[in-house]
């Protein structure tokens, strides 16, 4: 046989497999990941079992795709099903998952320690004597959804709507808790976002009109993190894997971390600032290249508002681009490379090497902050929005390796039955006068603030959250959380034992990534995706033609899925459809049914992702089956610069333009089958919406900000009180070396590990043993100067309402003059309450009027339990919780909480003990009442007579007429 | 030039990988005997010949490094994205068969054609024919087979793109990294160490040194064979009896220069040696063992008054 005719047998063989839906080429080139099974092998996969190594058994699985659950990133996992025993092996990463291709960090698998961990919550708990007590008793989930419906359809009877709140940790599916909360018509909507990153959002909201950035670091010539980004954080495993691949084409990485960590060994820039003196960095940089014109001056005339602030800020209307271009020299004149390096501690020259590099980047400039520095400092709004400067005068955005705005490479489709009733009240414990400007929900301030409003909340909902470790002033919520007067009913909706649950009626058991339904979309490239997260057998059971129509049936226990509970808590609330909620969640298939989790799915894949149906089609699958066969499906890529599209002719009729450029139009929005969301921005007065901008003569979408274009001057935080703050400027943090006595020091709290999860981890032993501790971080020099010895000696840590006892960690990997202390440690579990054991401590909690101690009784260590494992743990230090010992630091305009701690630090005294906390929670009031007179109230200065303005984003948007300031002091909830 | 055998380069590519299921029906299409067990794969590919361009072609012998940048260059320059192991065999034949673009215009064909027998000449050609006769001696039926398929499959892509520029003008030179790769470095200047790192880079020495070579000269002199990398066992074989493990690596460096010899006659190469891959490891495997045969010589006389 000649070559020839091999080729033409190899070909025909390979176009027949193809036919039948096979994969001819398994695994054969390297080109591809060809380390997964193929998909078409999914079903009946088979594997050589390692634990009867040597001999050669194998095993059948059947791989079923999930979403994981353990951070925000939402990667792909494939469940290993035993065929056999219908049971989780193991998890590896979902090839098929556009954002994160098959990878996944430790976290990812480490989900089959949390499915199987002996100590989880498997059926539902109600208290058996006082709350906080540590008594339970299994009830039935028929008994808890009866007693929690009764009183949410009493507080909606009696019209005391804001009484029902939702707070929420980990996000589970977009959109559809907002959706459950809006057809309840409560605006109880609570979310830990004010402790994580709204203080980055809030900076990019007022230049953009969206929150998030989307850096498309794969293709970047230069990449600029304000973050240990390759290792920990958010979407990391995503961003990673694009920023070493952005590295391998020869970008340029440039990252600002105070401390030495495995990210910043991977620049070619390490800069390790001051805490807090970020934005001075990139204001030299932008105040350099604004000097030296290394700017795109086109792009900065077409897309900045310059005209609305030469008119506001130097009353010239008429002035044009060049005179501009004068002022803003003229106003970041004083950021020279030396201010900023007295501000940072970096050399002057080495910021100026970086200024050339950032200026050489041109439009591939990808750059990223999401807490770090921009969570961790009163100001910290102003990181991102400086930071986003860079970025502007480049027009680096929403180009190839660029920045893009977070909604454009997002997509969340539009659910069925959506709500068109908004709630009608106003709930001023989540949005409190004081912050108007508050990007999300002042969560953290909760204790404080139901205190100053004698608010009372009936029924409270911790879903997959755990303020009492999490937040700063634990102390005071476990106040709040026992007090009868404040919270009428707690209900702890978690898949694990945590610090919060222990103070609540009910603690509802729900599912890991494995046990549960979501539809999630995340913004890590320029493109689009949906992934779905499923109760993988279900799915499995399913599939062998089994039929399943409640996830408890598959679920260890009586474990549940959250899409279920609210469907059915929903129908209790209103069982005959009187309070007009019920219809939400009933069938469109068969109205008067209850809507199953299959049809709602179902509905949203039919109609609402644009390629599926016709994907799955071509696999001969119906859109449902193909997600839940192959678990994500990417909807389109390179979306590339929305604000420079031409809006269609069908948009464009009866047109008005107004003076600054603004386009609106009469014709009716076309339907789209995208979730509704975003900025609201007003029609003109004759009803018209807006459509876009005229730039130059040409009508483009532009952006969806008040002014349609880039807002580097902020009209809102300008007429909102804080008109010094309009622009990207420096704003000097609570912990800036003016502000400390000679003897404090910086403490940076916000940093994780790459292998814990926040407080959901501790249940993961792999993840345990990897990183359990949390030692503080102190420089050679600074040792030495307070007398601490040697790494291991205990220190004590004094912050402004108390101390916590840790062990010292001597490292040079810290800058001098700061300390560190990691987030993640320091879980525990009060004496006589069950609980986690694995991650966990027994302490003791003490209480003597406001004065509250902790202390450990008892550290991890081996335990017996139906898993041998835990006969194995060698390491009983699991670390410290210092959060307890944090008083809340709520910057007065985006309402985030500044986590910098300024502390001093001494040699452990007499009597500490590793592990101890002591804390006056009345000194955590006096902090907070300090912080609170930094704010400017919308009842002092709302130009409009509104509580908040109208057009930022918020989860749950209440009827207009909610935004309108009460003509008498706000009652509260 | 006739179209390449991208179908065919493919499908053998697959054997260069770890066998799994679903090799079978390649296997059946290509006429190999079976899919042999991952016993043979690691025998072959993990413990004697590996299948990267870096170990054949890098100055140090060991995958990754320079060699393993410029071949990832290449992948960059043909506009894709270098996969985690760009000089896998597997990896290289994959691209060979991509840069066979169906549906492209006449302009990018032709471009594809010489991105072809650049891939070809620089990071194939240069390693690929002794490696694959070294397969063949040391492996049994399936890889013995295999690598007769493929070594005519690729002799019969260089021949095809030498008559397809028979006529123009021949700008061939020869691969940049036997160019930039240095002699069998001589240990009177540069120390032992530095011989047997070179003679451990088949690039430096011309000759492709196995664990199987190894254990064949320890048992031919009636040597202990150190358990170990090859670095290991080579240098405690020299430490036992420098003279005669010298002499008999010489004569593997003249064996091996044939082989280079007869690849080159069969490729049409004898008219343009200096750009001749082949040619040159030739020259360099004859320059190899004279430098050996002149350290056995020395070192047998050092040794000789001692034996007096």
Redesign the interface.
């Known amino acids: 046989m000649t070559l020839d005719d091999l080729e033409r047998r190899v070909s025909a063989a390979r176009e027949e497999a193809e036919a039948r839906g096979e994969t001819f080429y398994p695994g054969a080139s390297r080109i591809h990941l060809a380390a997964y099974p193929p998909r078409e092998r999914w079903n009946d996969w088979v594997e050589l079992d390692s634990r009867s190594w040597p001999e050669r058994v194998e095993k059948r699985y059947m791989l079923v795709p999930t979403t994981c659950f353990n951070c925000e990133s939402a990667c792909g996992l494939l469940a290993y099903v035993d065929r056999d025993s219908l049971q989780v092996r193991k998890f590896e990463g979902n090839p098929e998952h556009p954002g994160s291709r098959g990878r996944n960090c430790a976290k990812g698998p480490a989900t089959i320690n949390q499915i199987t961990d002996p100590d989880r919550i498997l059926f539902p708990l109600k208290r058996a004597g006082a709350r906080g007590e540590g008594r339970w008793e299994r009830v039935s989930w028929d008994e808890a959804l009866d007693d929690i419906a009764a009183r949410i359809r009493a507080c909606l009877e009696e019209e005391r709507h804001e009484q029902v709140m939702y707070h929420v940790g980990r996000p589970g599916e977009d959109g559809y808790t907002t959706r459950m909360l809006a057809a309840w018509g409560v605006d109880g909507h609570n979310s830990h976002t004010n402790v994580c990153s709204s203080g980055a959002r809030a900076g990019y909201h007022w230049w953009m009109g969206m929150d998030r950035p989307s850096p498309d670091h794969a293709n970047a010539d230069v990449i600029l993190l304000v973050s240990s980004h390759l290792e920990t954080g958010h979407y990391f495993n995503p961003h990673a894997q694009r920023i070493i691949e952005g590295k391998e084409n020869g970008a340029k990485l440039i990252v600002l971390d105070t401390r030495l960590s495995n990210t910043a060994t991977h620049a070619d820039f390490w800069l390790s600032p001051y805490p807090g003196s970020e934005p001075s960095i990139f204001l030299a940089i932008a105040s350099w290249m604004i000097r030296e014109r290394r700017y795109d001056r086109d792009f900065v005339r077409r897309w900045w508002n310059w005209q609305e602030y030469m008119e506001a800020v130097h009353d010239e209307p008429e002035a044009p681009f060049e005179r501009f271009e004068e002022a803003l020299g003229e106003a970041y004149a004083s950021y020279t490379f030396d201010f900023a390096a007295g501000e940072s501690g970096i050399d002057a020259d080495e910021l100026r090497a970086v200024a050339e590099v950032v200026a050489s980047a041109g439009t591939r400039l990808a750059t990223h902050n999401w807490r770090s520095a921009g969570a961790g400092n009163l100001g910290g709004w102003q990181v991102a929005r400086t930071l986003t400067l860079l970025n502007a005068l480049l027009g680096a955005l929403a180009t190839e390796g660029g920045t893009f705005p977070s909604a454009w490479n997002k997509f969340t489709p539009r659910p069925p039955h959506l709500p068109h009733q908004h709630p009608r009240r106003w709930n001023d414990v989540l949005w409190p006068d004081e912050y108007p400007l508050a990007l999300m929900e002042m969560s953290f301030l909760m204790p404080h603030l139901m205190r100053d409003q004698d608010a009372f909340v009936d029924v409270y909902f911790t879903r997959v959250y755990n303020p009492v470790w999490t937040n700063p002033d634990g102390f005071s919520w476990i106040e709040m959380l026992t007090d009868e007067r404040r919270i009428g009913q707690h209900v702890a909706m978690t898949p694990t034992w945590n610090e919060t649950a222990y103070f609540a009626d009910y603690v509802l058991p729900m599912g890991h990534s494995s046990e549960r339904h979501d539809l999630t979309s995340y913004e890590q490239y320029d493109g689009q995706w949906i992934a779905f997260r499923q109760p993988v057998l279900r799915a499995a059971r399913t599939r062998m033609g089994e039929s399943v129509s409640d996830t408890r049936e598959v679920n260890p226990g009586e474990v549940w899925e959250e899409n279920e509970f609210w469907i059915e808590l929903t129908w209790r609330i209103d069982p005959d459809g009187s309070l007009g909620i019920r219809r939400f969640f009933e069938s469109v298939e068969q109205p008067g049914e209850k809507m199953t989790v299959d049809e709602y799915y179902r509905w949203i894949f039919e109609h609402s992702v644009p390629g599926l149906p016709e994907a799955a089609a071509a696999e001969g699958l119906a859109p449902l089956e193909y997600m839940r066969r192959y678990g994500a499906f990417e909807i389109t890529r390179k979306v590339g610069r929305v604000y420079e599209q031409a809006i269609p002719d069908n948009e464009l009729e009866d047109v008005r333009i107004d003076e600054v450029g603004r386009v609106y139009s009469a014709a009716e929005p076309p339907p789209s089958p995208r979730a509704p969301g975003g900025t609201k921005i007003d029609a003109d007065s004759e009803g018209r919406r807006r459509v876009g901008v005229r730039i130059d003569g040409e009508i483009v979408r532009g952006w969806p900000t008040p002014t349609g274009k880039l807002e580097f001057w902020s009209r809102t935080v300008h007429d909102w009180g804080w008109p010094e703050l309009a622009v990207p400027t420096y704003v000097k943090s609570h912990v800036h070396r003016q502000k400390l006595d000679s003897d404090q020091l910086p403490l940076i709290t916000t940093f994780r590990v790459p292998v814990q999860i926040h407080t959901r981890s501790a249940n993961a032993k792999w993840l345990d043993e990897i990183a359990h501790t949390n030692p503080l971080w102190i420089h050679p020099t600074d040792a030495a100067r307070l007398g601490i010895a040697r790494t291991g000696d205990l220190v004590r840590v004094e912050t402004e309402i108390g101390h916590f006892v840790l062990k010292a960690w001597i490292t040079e990997g810290i800058r001098p003059g700061v300390l560190a202390c990691s987030h993640h440690m320091g879980r525990w579990k009060p004496e006589g309450h069950a609980g986690q054991r694995i991650g966990m401590m027994t302490v003791a909690l003490d209480r003597d009027g406001s004065r509250w101690g902790l202390t450990r009784r008892k550290g991890g260590g081996p335990f017996t339990s139906s898993d041998p494992d835990t006969l194995r743990v060698w390491w009983t230090d699991v670390g410290v919780h210092q959060n307890l010992t944090h008083p809340v630091h709520p910057d007065p305009v985006s309402g985030a909480h500044c986590w910098h701690q300024a502390v001093r630090v001494l040699p452990a005294q007499p009597g500490d003990a590793f592990g101890d906390v002591s804390v006056d929670t009345a000194r955590a009031r006096a902090v907070y009442e300090t912080w609170l007179e930094l704010t400017r109230p919308a009842s002092r200065h709302s130009p409009d007579g509104t509580r908040r303005p109208w057009w930022m984003l918020r989860p749950v948007r209440p009827e207009r007429s909610a935004y309108e300031l009460p003509d008498r002091e706000a009652v509260g909830a | 030039m006739?179209e390449p055998?991208?179908?065919?380069m493919?499908?053998l590519?697959?054997f260069a990988?770890p066998p799994?299921?679903?090799?079978e029906?390649?296997a059946?299409?290509?006429?190999l005997p079976c899919v042999p067990d991952a016993a043979a794969y690691s025998d072959v590919f993990v413990f004697q010949l590996y299948p990267y361009a870096s170990v054949h072609l890098g100055p140090e012998g060991m995958m990754g490094g320079g060699a393993r940048d410029r071949v990832?260059g290449f992948w960059?320059a043909v506009g894709?994205?270098?996969?985690?192991?760009p000089d896998?065999l597997?990896?290289l034949?994959?691209?060979y068969?991509?840069l066979d673009p169906p549906s492209a215009s006449v302009e990018s064909r032709a471009l594809a054609r010489g991105a072809r027998r650049a891939l070809l000449d620089e990071h194939l050609v240069p390693w690929v024919f002794l490696f694959l006769d070294r397969v063949e001696e040391l492996a049994a039926s399936t890889y013995g087979a295999w690598a007769r398929?493929l070594r005519?499959?690729l002799r019969?892509e260089v021949v095809g793109h030498a008559e397809a520029t028979g006529a123009e003008p021949d700008d061939r030179v020869l691969s940049a990294h036997l160019r930039a790769a240095g002699e069998l470095p001589d240990p009177r200047g540069e120390g032992s160490a530095a011989l047997v790192t070179g003679l451990l880079a088949p690039a430096r020495c011309g000759a492709l040194l196995t664990r199987a070579d190894l254990a064949r000269i320890a048992g031919r002199l009636d040597l202990g064979l150190r358990a170990g990398e090859r670095r290991y066992a080579l240098e405690h074989l020299l430490a036992q009896d420098a003279p005669s493990v010298l002499e008999a690596l010489a004569r593997e460096c003249r064996r091996q220069a044939a082989l280079h010899e007869a690849h080159c006659t069969l490729l049409g190469h004898e008219g343009d040696v200096d750009a001749s891959a082949p040619a040159f490891l030739s020259r360099r495997a004859i320059r190899s063992a004279r430098l050996l045969e002149s350290l056995a010589r020395e070192a047998s006389a050092e040794l000789r008054p001692a034996a007096r």
Do not use: F, I, W
């Open positions: 006739p055998r991208s179908e065919l493919r499908g590519a697959v990988e799994r299921d679903g090799h029906t390649v059946a299409a290509l006429g990832a960059r894709r994205e270098p996969p985690a192991e896998h597997a990896a034949l994959g691209l068969a991509a398929l005519d499959a019969a």
